[in-house]
């Protein structure tokens, strides 16, 4: 069926900090056309505030506009395209990359690194090349969750329990992914490991939570804003340390010559450089943040091969969303990854410029706009 549905549209990148007044996300009413060839119509229940949403509104991330803004959502079916296997009323999430399942990448068990999913998400299109939307308004993501409803692929769904509240399951579809599965797959934390993490927001907390799962003994959270330093020590971090110029030699201090394992998610080139700096040799520092693509990283390069380290990317968190989602919501069910924890604020769609105000500044972990 079509429909009309209020979603969040940035229609100009760029604009100044603070959003409240400059506005770039538009509440617009939008024809939302139906649901074509392995496609659903989902009414979204929640949509999360994330710092690649941050990174198109100030154009850091080039994106094409008009574009429906949201990569962070759940809902819930409630129209089925032909050749779909997902039914109205099933609740899903929805996450950032529809693998289409059969090119070179989603071959080797890698979806998140799909050639047409990724070329679909640049060109602001679904997986198919269509657009649903009307006014020529772009999808972001392949999601588009700041809106009543959403037209998305069934590759970008992953059937979930209809128990678990919106706002939790949102999280797992971006925040959890990338966070937890940079530690299990990227860094393949163990016990005792030691574990460094640069960058508190959902992604980072996510995966502190995951290192402590995963039984690592000593666990440094670092960030400037002291209430997320609060909030790590809460969820399980042995050392907390205040972001700046001294916290590498914090970090070796805390780890006995610094982390085997360190994750950095602020996307923030110099941070890089410094939870490079802060891993110990033989270690692993696996970078999930998305930095300007204008800005290089400079590394002595010696210390790959005379002390062995590693340096790698994490997208998705590695992850293959249909085995780790389901994966990911056990253990918070059984109480060892109590991402609820993160939220920080429920928004209306209409808050939505405010929110990203919060995000810029430091002040919110993790933000859902409840629809």
């Not at 119509?41 to 505030?49: R, T």
């Not at 006995?256 to 394992?261: E, M, Q, S, V, Y």
């Amino acid at each position: 069926m079509t429909l009309t549905t209020r979603a969040a549209v940035l229609v100009e990148s760029g604009r100044p900090a603070p959003y409240a007044r400059s506005r770039p996300l538009e509440i617009h009413e939008l024809t939302l056309r139906p649901p074509g060839e392995g496609e659903l119509l989902v009414k979204v229940g929640a949509a999360g505030l994330c710092h690649s949403d941050l990174s198109v509104v100030n154009g850091s991330r080039p994106r094409p506009l008009p574009m429906a803004l949201g990569h962070e959502a759940a809902g819930e079916i409630v129209e089925a395209g032909p050749g779909t296997t997902m039914r109205p009323g099933d609740h899903i999430v929805l996450t950032f990359v529809p693998a289409c399942g059969s090119c070179t990448m989603c071959a080797k068990g890698r979806p998140a690194l799909c050639g047409p999913g990724g070329a679909a998400n640049r060109a602001g299109t679904l997986l198919s090349g269509s657009r649903r939307l009307s006014g020529g308004v772009n999808h972001h993501l392949g999601v588009s969750g700041f809106a009543d409803y959403a037209v998305v692929s069934e590759q970008s769904a992953v059937k979930v329990d209809p128990a678990l509240p919106y706002e939790i399951a949102a999280l797992f579809g971006c925040a959890v992914l990338t966070g937890a599965g940079a530690v299990r797959y990227g860094a393949r934390v163990v016990a005792d490991d030691t574990v460094a993490v640069f960058g508190l927001g959902g992604v980072g907390l996510s995966a502190l939570l995951a290192a402590r799962a995963a039984g690592a003994g000593t666990l440094v959270a670092v960030d400037v804003v002291d209430a997320k330093l609060e909030l790590a020590g809460q969820l399980g971090a042995t050392h907390v340390i205040k972001g700046g110029p001294g916290a590498v030699e914090e970090v070796r201090q805390a780890t006995g010559g610094g982390a085997d394992k360190v994750i950095e998610t602020t996307g923030v080139v110099p941070v890089l450089a410094q939870a490079y700096e802060a891993t110990a040799p033989g270690g692993v520092t696996v970078t999930v943040g998305l930095p300007d693509p204008g800005v290089p990283l400079s590394l002595p390069a010696l210390s790959l091969v005379a002390e062995e380290r590693t340096l790698k990317g994490s997208y998705l968190g590695s992850c293959v969303p249909r085995r780790d989602v389901p994966a990911f919501i056990d253990l918070y069910k059984q109480g060892l990854l109590p991402v609820d924890r993160l939220l920080s604020g429920r928004l209306t769609l209409d808050e939505v410029n405010e929110g990203f105000d919060l995000l810029h500044t430091g002040e919110a972990v993790r933000q859902v706009v409840m629809l």
